[in-house]
């Protein structure tokens, strides 16, 4: 049975919304594809930004 990780639930959300962002606000191929791949950054980069700094508050 599959049983994922946080960080790896976190992977599959960011591409499965970032995939239906990019489909949805644009409207050529590329365009499409450049965009996704933005909010798939900043979906696992701000996840990784928030981590350390609740690391740090909870300590």
Known sequence: MFSP?????????ALFASVVFGITQRDTP???FRYGLYCFV?????AIVLSWLMYFIAR
């Open 5 to 13: 990780s946080h960080f790896t639930a976190l992977v599959l959300f």
């Open 30 to 32: 590329r365009r499409m």
């Open 42 to 46: 900043l979906f696992v980069g701000s």
